[in-house]
């Protein structure tokens, strides 16, 4: 078949001469070899760039490359493929880099045969403008480019499918799979193309036979993590197959999950053949892929054009199914399917028993919450809650009295001190200032001059000094200090002369309420208890005095009057015994709340020594009521 460069329409010229046209306007016609998808240029105009050939091999470097400049995408020219045929009309030749170039200006008018990826027999125009008319002449020479080009591509992988066995042996390769695959070698190998990702000037190809290389990337079919997931199945080989996943393949990736597809990338004429004929699903024969490193540090393949033989096709289109070659990758994919399927199994096995076992934990933390004092809350702070009797006998190495430390666990407020509330606050310091104000004034020569001296009334600063005693789940009890911070965080509020200040006191006495109950109420019913006893002790100790001196007086008197004397005391002092410290206010209502422990270390004298001995406080806690 002739080439259509050489029957080219009345007025159009073969790209080889354009070059002796510079600066000339000329007609050209040509298959896309190459190019660029539109973008915005460096101004405010739209531009594409291609490369255009009319004559075999059809190589981007023997042809004309060529720039368009518009206003806005639609009035670029619509090059969808390679292969498309472009026909132009006063293209600009100019030198670009010592190189021929073609500029449009405003005068050039084209139109473009484009053919979808997938269809290879109709041609689908799209002119620069509605009243572009295309002659007979034009049209035929726009179809004789795409049969012309698309029947060279067909022969070519013809030529390659009969001499594929010669060619082999004649470059010194040897046949190999995937799993035999290592960098920087050139390898011929068979198999099925799962995914395709057409380039602009490439074509890219995953292909697996269903060997496992360790140098590949891992595939995954974990959709919950995009494509990625963690490593949970292998066998004893070290054979994954089920992968780690990731990558270009993405929670849509079909083919095998583990290290068992290759990505190729196909140049020049075999991305050309492979952009009409390869889909996914195919199986092919490769040859000449040569294997590298990409950046990443995989395994990948690429195949580029023949120098020498640039019309040569090395990528080649499995037809017969039922050869051997086809079947043993087909068996190789039932097994690793069936074991992928297994440990996928397996792993949703393993994710559905650590749910349940989060969701055990999430309710079990949500009961945990439910049963406690909803007044308080605390700071979030990554601390585990351990029992109060673990921090009172935390054991130190020797040597070691304390350490600065936050623990996390559960309490409650069982008693205070001081007992008065209104004591909750003590005066920090005063500080008194004195100004002396003088007012220099001009009297007559009969009246004197004199400073008067002002002195401000003393300023109080008070802070809170109270401690609380809290007992743990697990029964223990703690003293917990709170100081002028922590309290201040705990209600909220500021210190103050609470003798004085009734309504602060009252403020105070109902948000404590809402962190021990009636705790105070108990406590000073239980105070007054005690109280009343004490006297009613000092009474009778004041008649066992006299009953005394009675008895010295009449030592001739029954012993039994000072015998029942005696045992009526006795009775009387059993009474007033006080409960165990335990319960030493009856039954507590206060609620358990999540708190944090401080703790610190104190230096304080004992017996004349001055020792360190350790010490807790409250942290972290505010009482937020939710009806205040």
Not at 485 to 499: G, H, I, V
Not at 599 to 609: A, L
Request: glycine share 8%.
């Amino acid at each position: 078949m002739d080439q259509p460069s050489e029957n080219l329409p009345r007025g159009f010229m073969p790209i080889s001469v354009v070059s002796e046209q510079r600066n000339q306007l000329v007609n050209v016609v040509g298959v896309v070899t190459e190019y660029l998808s539109p973008k915005l240029s460096r101004g405010t105009d739209y531009t594409i760039s291609f490369t255009i050939c009319d004559s075999m091999p059809f190589e981007t470097s023997s042809g004309l490359f060529v720039r368009v400049f518009k206003g806005s995408l639609k009035e670029l020219p619509q090059i969808n493929n390679i292969g498309d045929v472009v026909m132009l009309w006063n293209l600009k030749i100019t030198n670009f880099n010592g190189k021929s170039m073609g500029m449009t200006t405003y005068n050039t008018k084209w139109t473009v045969g484009s053919v979808s990826q997938f269809t290879t027999y109709k041609l689908n125009f799209a002119p620069s403008s509605s009243k572009l008319v295309v002659s007979p002449k034009e049209l035929e020479a726009i179809h004789n480019f795409h049969r012309f080009y698309t029947t060279q591509v067909d022969e070519n992988i013809r030529k390659a499918a009969q001499t594929a066995v010669k060619q082999t042996a004649s470059r010194g390769r040897k046949f190999a799979c995937i799993k035999d695959m290592e960098f920087d070698c050139f390898y011929d190998t068979m198999g099925e193309v799962v995914k395709v990702f057409p380039g602009q000037s490439n074509f890219t190809i995953y292909l697996t036979d269903y060997t496992s290389n360790p140098l590949l990337h891992c595939y995954g079919w974990d959709e919950s993590s995009g494509g990625g997931g963690q490593r949970y199945g292998g066998n004893a080989d070290g054979e994954d197959y089920t992968g780690t996943g990731g990558g270009r393949g993405g929670s849509n990736w079909v083919g095998p999950c583990g290290q068992y597809t290759l990505q190729i990338t196909l140049w020049d004429i075999h991305a050309v053949t492979a952009r009409r004929h390869v889909k996914e699903g195919c199986y092919i024969r490769l040859k000449n892929v040569r294997a590298k490193r990409n950046r990443d540090g995989k395994l990948e393949g690429a195949l580029h054009g023949d120098r020498q033989f640039p019309e040569r096709v090395d990528i080649e289109v499995v037809t017969d199914l039922g050869e051997s070659g086809v079947k043993q990758i087909k068996q190789k994919k039932i097994e690793v399917q069936r074991r992928a399927e297994d440990e996928r199994v397996a792993y949703q096995a393993k994710l559905d028993a650590e749910k349940r076992v989060e969701d055990t934990k999430i309710e079990a933390e949500k009961r945990f919450h439910e049963s406690l004092n909803p007044h308080v809350k605390k700071l979030e702070r990554d601390i585990p809650v351990i029992p109060l009797g673990s921090i009172v006998n935390v054991q130190y190495p020797k040597g070691t009295i304390f350490t600065n430390t936050t623990y996390r666990t559960v309490c409650r407020v069982i008693d205070y001190i001081p007992h008065d509330l209104k004591n909750f606050c003590v005066l920090k310091e005063q500080k008194a200032r004195r100004k002396s104000v003088g007012k220099k004034r001009h009297f007559s020569e009969d009246e004197d001059s004199d400073e008067e001296d002002t002195e401000d009334s003393e300023s109080e600063v008070w802070e809170w000094r109270f401690a609380l005693l809290v007992e743990g789940q697990d029964g223990e009890t703690l003293k917990l200090m709170m100081n002028n911070e922590s309290a201040e965080f705990l209600l909220n509020m500021d210190a103050s002369n609470l003798s004085e200040n009734p309504g602060d006191l009252d403020r105070v006495r109902k948000l404590l309420s809402y962190l021990w109950g009636d705790l105070e109420e108990r406590k000073i019913r239980k105070l007054q208890q005690l109280k009343n006893n004490q006297n009613k002790a000092d009474g009778k100790d004041n008649r066992k005095r006299k009953n005394r001196r009675q008895q010295v007086e009449n030592k001739r008197r029954k012993s039994e009057q000072a015998s029942g004397s005696n045992t009526t005391s006795s009775a009387a002092d059993n009474d007033d015994s006080e409960e165990d410290d335990d319960n030493r206010y009856g039954e507590s209502t206060a609620e358990f709340f999540d708190a944090y422990v401080q703790e610190y270390g104190v230096s304080k004298v004992v017996n004349g020594q001055e020792k360190c001995i350790r010490s807790f406080m409250l942290s972290g806690v505010s009482i937020k009521p939710k009806d205040l």
